[in-house]
């Protein structure tokens, strides 16, 4: 089992920045692939970003490429998706995920409880 708790969102104007940080608990994060999903209000959810149990791959929606990064730290039990360039299209509750390789991109096994961000034109 993993719990998943997400941090970092917040209210922040168009082109600016954001770091959210996902910590894991549970001795195995280290062997998940992790991510990011996010919902707009009146939109289904939607798969932003993700990242090998190793780091050696990441994954990005083509709406976020070149603008989110996505990483993790094992020893840490954290992964972190940091924000740049924020439009107010990116406005969301933010979930971080975790789940197979194979799976993490649509169908994760675990979610957190999600964080607000918020960016204003």
């Known amino acids: 089992q993993v719990q998943l708790v997400e941090s970092g969102g917040g209210l922040v104007q168009a082109g600016g920045s954001l770091r959210l940080s996902c910590a894991a608990s549970g001795r195995t994060f280290s062997s998940y692939a992790m991510g990011w999903f996010r919902q707009a209000p009146g939109k289904d959810r939607e798969f932003v970003t993700a990242i090998s149990w190793s780091g050696g791959s990441t994954y990005y929606a083509d709406s976020v490429k070149g603008r989110f990064t996505i990483s993790r730290d094992n020893a840490k039990n954290t992964v972190y998706l940091q924000m740049n360039s924020l439009k107010p299209e990116d406005t969301a509750v933010y979930y971080c995920?975790?789940?197979?390789?194979?799976?993490?991109?649509?169908?994760?096994?675990?979610w957190g409880q999600g964080t607000q961000v918020t960016v204003s034109s």
């Open positions: 995920t975790a789940g197979s390789q194979g799976k993490i991109r649509k169908w994760p096994d675990y």
